[in-house]
């Protein structure tokens, strides 16, 4: 089986492949990171890649008092991920959260969503 494994996938043709997945997520983050309209938004440097440092403090049971550390570090607006970021700025609320607002609530959102309508799961006008 090895033998046939050889012929159809060529170590030079695996390693080729794998040299070109590891290009692709690397392109990938770092446009993420210098297009992103986040950007300019502090915090940590791994949260302009990933969000696997949050799992990490999560698991630790530490992420709240992180996160709270880096809004007394970093002002009211701080970046936690690639697409996410937290906002400690109680004059914000209703801006963000306001069934008219401009900010469209992420997926986990509807993930609480038991069909119900509510203004705590609704991610839209409609």
Not at 37 to 55: D, E, H, R
Not at 57 to 82: C, N
């Amino acid at each position: 089986m090895d033998e046939h494994l050889r012929v159809l996938f060529p170590p030079s043709l695996v390693k080729l492949a794998l040299v070109l997945l590891i290009s692709v997520c690397i392109a990938y983050s770092v446009q993420q990171t210098f297009c992103s309209p986040l950007k300019s938004i502090p915090g940590p440097a791994l949260a302009k890649f990933t969000n696997l440092w949050q799992a990490v403090l999560y698991y630790r049971g530490k992420q709240a008092s992180v996160i709270r550390h880096l809004h007394d570090r970093h002002g009211p607006v701080v970046r936690l991920g690639p697409h996410h970021i937290s906002v400690n700025d109680r004059s914000l609320i209703k801006t963000i959260y306001s069934l008219r607002g401009n900010y469209i609530k992420s997926e986990w959102y509807q993930a609480t969503d038991d069909h119900t309508p509510v203004l705590f799961s609704t991610r839209d006008e409609e």
